[in-house]
């Protein structure tokens, strides 16, 4: 186990809100292994954010609480670091990128300096060394002119290059990990396909680890390894986007992929919404969170979270359906229609 | 054209943005819409999509050029003639949110246009409670307030309000943009439902160029202002004209790991339509451009049959 860059086992989240406790993250469990793109998918509020921010050690407590699990980065536990040390593994071995470069970016702050930042803290450098890094930073996230781009602002780059220039901040202390939030949901797909270009290509030359936040399948499909489908605080499924895609076990996923048109298709065909929309996490169904919108869902799936089934090494389900003694799925759509 | 419902010819939207200088958002744009197609039109943000939909349904005065709407100049529609269009013509906008006023209910909100134009008279709860069942949400609803719906319920009540009216042609300016993929379905299907049943017409604007692909009959790519190419949906995504649209339908991620396609990644960002470049507005980031490109505006032409295109290319 300890092989893995990152474990998270049974991460679970809560927050204090005036509406109650939302329970935002219960019971996440994955890896990340070194030189690997994951991706984490799901809809708004599943609670792909809140497990990166406690990658980060940035669940703001309070309102927010790490309730159980462990999160164990190269060997250690980071579950519950002190702020200090949280500041050393973020300026040193975990770089983050989010959804919104300007949330990320000092406006007041040469873009050079905001890039060395942190570098500085963490090594012996002159002046004219730390511009120099900003430098090739900057060129290494292909901003053109990077000796003139250094001593601007952000207000004077576009929200391609501003993104460029959060990916240059998470990456110049040579982080092992970056962890990056709906990093192109913001963007325009043109500009969307320079910043996953320049992502694989980082991944790539450093053998970086990566962890991609996303609602969109296409991303997943165009950059990641391996992928992580969330739902309403837990993981339904996991596997490499090969088998994911090629044979999705959750009636999620099903969902999912069943929704989406396909650019590339000749025929149109009529598209296949999921009904119903996600539970409330104040007070989450104690079964399936699924069952209320799914098409399958048999009398257990009301009463007892899910098992989870293992298929093809490392892909695993957490559905009913796979239990040995569950009805085959023909026989569940067949009961369906008879019921309509 | 004979079956056209609204025809767009040279429309031009200018905006002043202060010290003298003009924001051209809309600059010179000719097309038509057929009487129950869906149009739609797509192009990165700032190109001046809604600024189009927004000059097309009055919400702005046009600078020059003209819309006509079944014949009729929209912006000298005066008394009735510019009540009916009212009717006629709805907008269904992005951010449900942000578009319902969250200290109405939704009843009042769905009934405003009924109050305007005074129709359904005695019968307003009925036609609310029928407006609802339409969009799939149900009658209980009616006494409710925004923030009490999910963002998919909350586009159903922008989509119901704008049937109040039975209008005959919708502008959609990002429906679906602010949807998870599973929500984003149930609008759309609905959308498709509702044409089919009442023949409605729709300008349907968008980024997401999958969703566009499968809700439209034709589609218009836009980029600074202008349209640079047209064609029907299956012909745009099959044989793409314009540099710029090759290219973004390339740029789109396709949801499937065994599809390897080849990308175009165009370098450098979408310039300011402050400051237009000469000649052709995509020649800082064409692929194909040549020296004619920075000199000459290339026109807008019929290519084929029903496909145009502004490119010097296919001169
Ligand atoms: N600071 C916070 N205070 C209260 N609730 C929060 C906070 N951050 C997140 N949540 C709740 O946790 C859940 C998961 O949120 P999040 O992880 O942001 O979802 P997403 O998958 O869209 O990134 C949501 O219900 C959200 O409202
Ligand atoms: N009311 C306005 N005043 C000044 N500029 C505007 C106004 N509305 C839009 N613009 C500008 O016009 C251009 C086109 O905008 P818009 O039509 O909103 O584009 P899109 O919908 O394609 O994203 C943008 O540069 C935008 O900033
Ligand atoms: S556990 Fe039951 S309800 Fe949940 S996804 Fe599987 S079949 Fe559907
Ligand atoms: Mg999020
Ligand atoms: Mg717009």
Known sequence: MEKHLLTIDNLKVNFKTYGGEVQAVRGVSFHVDKGETLAIVGESGCGKSVTAQAIMGLIPNPPGRIVDGKIVFEGSDITHLTKKEWMQIRGSKIGMVFQDPMTALNPTMKVGTQIVEGFIRNHQVTREEAQKRAIEMLRLVGIPDPEKRVDQYPHQFSGGMRQRVVIAIALACQPQLVIADEPTTALDVTIQAQILDLLRRLQEEQELSVVIITHDLGVVSEIAHRMVVMYAGIVVETGTVEDVFAAPRHPYTWGLMRSLPRIDGEEKQRLVPIDGTPPDLFNPPKGCPFAARCDYAMEICNQQMPEISTFEPGHQAACWLHDPRAPRIEELVAAGRQGE | ?315
Not at chain 2, 137 to 146: C, G, Q, T
Not at chain 2, 235 to 243: D, F, G, S
Not at chain 2, 294 to 315: R, T
Request: proline letters at 5%; glycine letters at 8%; a neutral charge.
């Open chain 2, 1 to 315: 054209m004979k079956d056209s419902l609204v025809e767009v010819n040279n429309l031009k939207k200018h905006f002043h943005i202060g010290n003298g200088q003009l924001l051209k958002a809309v600059d010179g744009v000719t097309f038509s819409i057929r009487q129950g197609e869906t149009l739609g039109l797509v192009g990165e943000s700032g190109c001046g999509k809604s600024t189009l939909g927004r000059t097309i349904i009055r919400l702005y005065e046009n600078t020059d050029g003209e819309v006509l709407y079944k014949g009729k100049n929209v912006h000298r529609l005066k008394g009735k003639e510019a009540g009916q269009f009212n009717r006629d013509v709805q907008m269904i906008f992005q951010d449900p949110q942000a578009s319902l006023n969250p200290r109405m209910t939704v009843e009042d909100i769905i009934a405003e246009g009924l109050d305007i134009h005074g129709l359904a008279r005695g019968m307003r709860r009925e036609r609310v409670t029928e407006l609802l069942q339409l969009v799939g949400l149900r009658k209980e609803h009616a006494s409710r307030f925004p923030h009490e719906f999910s963002g998919g319920q909350r586009q159903r009540i922008g989509i119901a309000r704008a049937l109040a009216v039975e209008p005959e042609f919708i502008i959609a300016d990002e429906p679906i943009s602010a949807l998870d993929v599973s929500i984003q379905a149930q609008v759309v299907n609905l959308l498709e439902d509702l044409q089919a049943e009442r023949g409605l017409t729709y300008l349907f604007i968008a980024h997401d160029l999958s969703m566009v692909k499968h809700i439209s009959t034709r589609i218009g790519v836009m980029y600074l202002g202008k349209m640079v190419e047209l064609a029907t949906s299956n012909e745009l995504y099959k044989l793409p004209l314009h540099p710029y649209t090759q290219a973004l339908l390339s740029s789109v991620p396709v949801p499937d790991p065994t599809v390897k396609r080849e990308r175009i990644i165009l370098q450098g960002d979408l310039p300011s339509p402050a400051n237009r470049p000469s000649g052709c507005g995509f020649r800082t980031r064409c692929p194909k451009a040549t020296e004619r490109c920075a000199l000459e505006e290339p026109v807008w032409k019929e290519a084929e049959a029903g496909h145009w295109v502004a490119c010097h290319l296919y001169d």
